[in-house]
């Protein structure tokens, strides 16, 4: 589904990625772990299509299409979703009429009719099941006061909603109590299928005991210096990242 | 500052003209403001960007050429339908180059709910309430366009509520500028009385056509006694190739609320000024406005709230998206005098520019004369919210869609100030696709 080969990005002059390599297939659960400034939250933003970064190398390979060519509503019509860290508080937007608009551009992208009131009530409904979300919430202004707790659960709504082929969860974690986190975890799994896969990037642990990841990957100093299964998560929470950041820096004080 | 003009000299002519034509009136007190006005606008002469109040709104072109004031249209009933606000109920009247066209418009509201004639035939039939309120609030002294039009004063419409009558319809009047054949010319002067808790819903719509130019020179003076509510608005959808300047004069009595809606969706220059004097207690006064203009269009507003009692509140918000090379100049005056303790006044004015090379100026200007007060006012001009867009483009939505969802959500919250539903349903469909325009 998704190749990484050798991605290098930077941000300004300074070089943040310096040549990722990954794969994920799909049905696959992938948890991106590493310590604050590893180039985490860059590496979802550059799949997602964020202009600030700038591609400096390497090449991004989504179902045989060179993602870096996409614009970023190209990405997300071909099926990539980026739960966001912080999402963004658009006041005077409802987050259905946002939905609407996205959803039908994402069908117009893809050639099919766009849906109607009548048919969008419905889905939403449904959708809504998933991570528990009130009907009240939707009417508002996207985002606009809501808790930290709504609006990671505003976005997986929006990820039920527009049933991605690659999630990538960015920080998810980040500032939910451990009841939101169990909420969002469950809406994650439960969209979880054999046709698509996920992404979750997060600094702590805690995440991957409700979503189970497949592979573990340690990225440090805009590199990928470690992966393995979940093992390799737990043993991250018991002896943090000292170790590996030691491991690496001896590795390029040696060469 | 005297300099004369093709434009001031031709009025002047056309002011001693019409006056050799009078048949008695030329005596009457009426008429006797009229003269005053116009040696006002002489003195005065049209304003250039050396007064201080137009440093920024360039009427040189204008005021350089000729136009045929009140001149004759041939729009039929059938093009008055095509330009009819949908599903708008109540009393319309049309003004075509600014003369009333009675058998255009349509009154429905009972004449003891409220009195709506034309200027000049309420000068004859209602002369005491005329005389009592007429050139009362705006002031000539330092406004060339309100002293010539006061001196022209006899189109436009005399609109009196008398005490306790709410008007369940609203009144429209549409001021339909026909520029197809040659340079027209409009000076509407308006008059609304709204007696002691009296209610009305009052919206001025101008509309432009054809190549040539327009000129509309609007005043309209607007009394809301105690305890009265008024809702004020005014629509503007010109071409290119119009002038629209206006001034709405407001004087408001205790408890009462006067609240106006200024839209602007199109027009190649516009001025709007809104000078609102609050002479009584615990009354309201709201300012709301929007503009988005495109092209070269060009939209000042200018807007002055006087507390010259206790207790009362001005609430002011306008909204600007400026596009392409387009100019705005906003210019908040708020007074709060001596007496005029526990004044609440708020002002804010944001603007998002759209594009490079449009520009907008604004200036907050408070003089505050009361200690125990409170006051804020701010501006901010500013572009469209980077990680707003790119949230909106991670969920699918083009950039393109992307920027006029949040232009429309920008504007909405003055949009959702109007309380007439159909002008707010025209309004929206206008911005819409003024927004979607490339």
């Not at chain 2, 040696?39 to 040189?60: A, C, M, R």
Request: aromatic letters at 8%.
């Amino acid at each position: 589904m998704l190749k990484i080969n050798n991605l290098q990005a930077k941000i300004g002059e300074k070089e943040i990625l310096k040549g990722i390599n990954l794969e994920v297939k799909a049905g696959e659960v992938h948890a991106i772990m590493g310590p604050n400034g590893s180039g985490k939250s860059t590496l979802a933003s550059v799949l997602a299509g964020r202009e600030d970064y700038e591609v400096t190398g390497g090449s991004v390979d989504f179902f045989g299409k060179d993602l870096l060519d996409l614009a970023p509503e190209e990405r997300a019509a071909e099926g990539i979703f980026l739960a966001f860290q912080y999402p963004v508080e658009i006041p005077g937007v409802s987050t259905t009429n946002f939905l609407k608009t996205a959803v039908n551009e994402i069908r117009k992208y893809r050639g099919e009719e766009p849906l109607d009131a009548v048919q969008f009530l419905k889905m939403f409904k449904q959708k809504m099941s998933y991570v528990n979300i009130d009907q009240s919430l939707l009417n508002r202004a996207l985002n606009e006061g809501f808790s930290g707790g709504e609006k990671k659960r505003n976005e997986i709504f929006q990820m039920a909603v527009l049933e991605p082929k690659l999630a990538i969860l960015d920080e998810t974690d980040s500032g939910l109590d451990i009841d939101a986190l169990r909420i969002v975890a469950e809406g994650v799994n439960k969209l979880k299928s054999p046709d698509n896969a996920t992404i979750v990037v997060t600094h702590y642990q805690r995440l991957l005991d409700y979503i189970v990841p497949d592979y573990v990957h340690v990225l440090y100093k805009g590199r990928i210096v470690k992966s393995g299964t979940k093992e390799l998560a737990l043993e991250l929470e018991e002896r943090g990242y000292d170790w590996i950041k030691a491991e690496v820096d001896a590795a390029e004080v040696s060469a | 500052m005297n300099s004369n003009t093709d434009l001031k000299a031709q009025l002047i002519a056309d002011f001693k003209d019409a006056e050799g034509k009078m048949n008695g009136e030329a005596k009457s007190p009426i008429h006797l403001v009229r003269q005053q006005a116009l040696q006002t606008f002489d003195q005065l002469g049209f304003p250039t960007i050396k007064h201080e109040e137009w440093k920024y709104s360039n009427v040189k072109n204008l005021v350089s050429q000729s136009f045929a004031f009140n001149a004759p249209s041939d729009f039929s009933a059938a093009d008055v339908e095509q330009m009819a606000i949908p599903n708008l109920d109540g009393n319309i009247l049309y003004f075509i180059n600014g003369v009333y066209n009675e058998s255009l418009s349509t009154i429905v509201s009972p004449t003891d709910e409220v009195v709506i004639l034309p200027l000049a035939e309420a000068i004859k039939s209602h002369a005491d309430v005329i005389e009592k309120y007429f050139n009362q609030y705006a002031d000539s002294a330092d406004n060339a366009f309100t002293a010539v039009n006061t001196a022209f004063a006899k189109n436009g419409v005399f609109i009196y509520v008398p005490e306790k009558k709410v008007v369940e319809q609203p009144i429209i009047l549409r001021f339909i500028a026909d520029a197809r054949e040659t340079n027209v010319a409009a000076q509407p002067r308006n008059l609304i009385v709204a007696g002691k808790r009296a209610e009305v819903k009052v919206a001025e719509a101008f509309r432009s056509f054809g190549e040539n130019v327009s000129f509309t020179n609007a005043v309209t003076e607007v009394y809301v006694a105690e305890e009265a509510n008024v809702h004020y608005y005014k629509v503007q959808n010109e071409t290119d190739q119009s002038y629209n300047i206006g001034t709405t004069a407001v004087y408001q009595e205790g408890r009462s609320v006067f609240t106006a809606n200024t839209v602007t969706a199109n027009g190649g220059f516009v001025r709007n000024n809104l000078n609102i004097k609050i002479d009584g207690e615990y009354a309201e006064a709201n300012m709301f406005g929007l503009y988005i203009p495109n092209g070269k269009q060009h939209v000042d507003n200018h807007t002055a709230v006087d507390h010259a009692k206790p207790n009362s509140n001005s609430n002011e918000l306008y909204k600007g998206i400026l596009k392409d090379k387009s100019t705005g100049v906003f210019n908040g005056k708020i007074y709060v005098r001596q007496d005029a303790q526990k004044t609440n006044a708020f002002q804010s004015c944001k603007n998002v520019l759209i594009s490079n090379d449009a520009t907008m100026n604004t200036k907050p200007q408070l003089e505050i004369w009361a200690d125990d007060v409170k006051c804020s006012h701010g501006t901010t001009t500013g572009q469209l919210n980077d990680d707003a867009l790119f949230y909106m483009q991670a969920r699918g939505i083009s950039k393109d869609s992307a920027r006029a969802l949040l232009m429309l959500a920008f504007a909405q919250e003055v949009i959702d100030k109007m309380e007439i539903p159909a002008i707010k349903e025209y309004l929206e469909g206008l911005i819409v696709e003024k927004i979607y325009q490339a």
